[in-house]
C-alpha cells in the first residue's frame, strides 16, 4: 500500500455535468500530480501541485481544475464532462523535492473509475 | 510535443524466457521513471535513472538509460508468472515546474506458465 487514497472508487456521470475527485496524499507528501488513463493507455499528466501552487499542467483543457489544501490533500474537478472524458483518473503524491518538480517517486493511489453516458 | 514511445505493446512469452521493452523519447530527457502497473491496479514506481549511460539492477531486472538520454529499457531475466503486467516508462524532461511527465503507451506483459 502507498498510504494514497481517492475517492469514490467508481463514478457514473452523464454528459455536461461536473465532477470532484479526491485525493489524499501520503503522509508528509507535499507535492501531487493528477494523471488520466484511458482504457489500454499510459497515465496522461494533467497538472502538479506543490505547497497549494499549481507547478505545472499537461494539455488539458481549463475545464479541468484542481486545488490543493493546506493538509495536501487534493482535488480535481472537470466541468462540462465529455464522453472522452471516461478513463481511469490517478493521483499520485511524492515527497518534499528541491523544486516539487518531475524527479521525486511517485506514489499513485488506486484512482477513480469515471464513466461518462 | 515531446513524445515517448515504447516498444513493443504486447508480450507473450513462456515462463522462464527474457523480456525486454524498449522505450525512445523524441527529446532529451533529464530522467526516466519506470513503472509496473498489474490489471486493475495502479501504476507502481520501479526505479528513476538519471545519468546518462546509467545502468540499475533489481534482482532480474536491469534498467538502461541511453548516452544521449533519449532512450531506456527494461530487460527482465527468467521471467515468472509475477511478472506479469503491463510497464511503463515516463520521460522528463527539463528541471524546474514547467517540465512536464510523459508516459509511454506501455509493453503488456504476459507469461505462460
Known amino acids: 500500500e502507498t498510504g494514497v487514497t481517492q475517492s469514490p472508487t467508481h463514478l457514473i456521470k452523464t454528459r455536461g455535468q461536473q465532477v470532484t475527485l479526491r485525493c489524499s496524499s501520503q503522509s508528509g507528501h507535499n507535492t501531487v500530480s493528477w494523471y488520466q488513463q484511458a482504457l489500454g493507455q499510459g497515465p496522461q499528466f494533467i497538472f502538479q501541485?506543490?505547497?497549494?501552487?499549481?507547478?505545472g499542467r499537461g494539455n488539458f483543457p481549463p475545464r479541468f481544475s484542481g486545488l490543493q489544501f493546506p493538509n495536501y490533500s487534493s482535488e480535481l474537478n472537470v466541468n462540462a464532462l465529455e464522453l472522452d472524458d471516461s478513463a481511469l483518473y490517478l493521483c499520485?503524491?511524492?515527497?518534499?523535492?528541491?523544486?516539487?518538480?518531475?524527479?521525486?517517486?511517485?506514489?499513485f493511489g488506486p484512482g477513480t473509475r469515471l464513466l461518462v453516458l | 510535443g515531446q513524445q515517448v514511445m515504447q516498444i513493443p505493446q504486447y508480450q507473450h512469452v513462456q515462463e522462464g524466457e527474457d523480456f525486454t521493452t524498449y522505450c525512445n523519447s523524441s527529446?532529451?530527457?533529464?530522467?526516466i521513471q519506470w513503472y509496473k502497473q498489474r490489471p486493475g491496479g495502479h501504476p507502481v514506481f520501479l526505479i528513476q535513472?538519471?545519468?546518462?549511460?546509467e545502468v540499475k539492477k533489481q534482482k532480474r531486472l536491469t534498467f538502461q538509460f541511453g548516452e544521449a538520454k533519449k532512450n531506456s529499457s527494461l530487460h527482465i531475466t527468467a521471467t515468472q508468472t509475477t511478472d506479469v503486467g503491463t510497464y511503463f516508462c515516463a520521460g522528463i524532461a527539463g528541471y524546474s515546474g514547467a517540465s512536464k511527465i510523459i508516459f509511454g503507451s506501455g509493453t503488456r506483459l504476459s507469461i505462460r506458465p
Open positions: 535513472l538519471v545519468k546518462s549511460g
Open positions: 499520485a503524491s511524492s515527497a518534499p523535492g528541491t523544486s516539487g518538480g518531475r524527479r521525486e517517486t511517485q506514489y
Open positions: 527529446t532529451t530527457l533529464s530522467n
Open positions: 501541485y506543490y505547497r497549494e501552487e499549481e507547478n
